[in-house]
């Protein structure tokens, strides 16, 4: 019985798939030894923060609000107004009520 024993054994653990098993646990063990000690921590939140946070809310609602860049107008070198092109990033003209890119065709209507 021993040798069944030891055949099925070898069949099931051979020296690459230990090799490769430990390697495996090696690395697990030294990327949690590398991790900074206090990443998993939480920081309680403060209280005198947020009543201040709420007084300056009402004053700087519009500077919280992200800038849609390619809604800007600009001038070019010949004084045409100009926008930037959300497709492409290149420049992008009005003609009438549209705006229209010349360098991928995109437009949209104003």
Do not use: H
């Amino acid at each position: 019985m021993s040798d069944e024993l030891k055949t099925k054994l070898e069949q099931r653990i051979n020296r690459r798939s230990f090799l490769k098993g430990s390697a495996l646990a090696a690395a697990a063990v030294a990327g949690v030894a590398m991790l900074p000690k206090g990443a998993f921590a939480q920081d309680p939140p403060q209280q005198d923060d947020k009543k201040d946070e709420k007084k300056d809310d009402s004053k700087d609602a519009k500077k919280d609000e992200p800038v849609d860049e390619t809604k800007i107008t600009r001038k070019d070198d010949q004084g045409r107004d100009y926008r930037i092109c959300p497709q492409c990033g290149y420049n992008m003209y009005k003609q009438d009520r549209t705006w229209t890119c010349e360098n991928c065709g995109y437009s949209y209507t104003e």
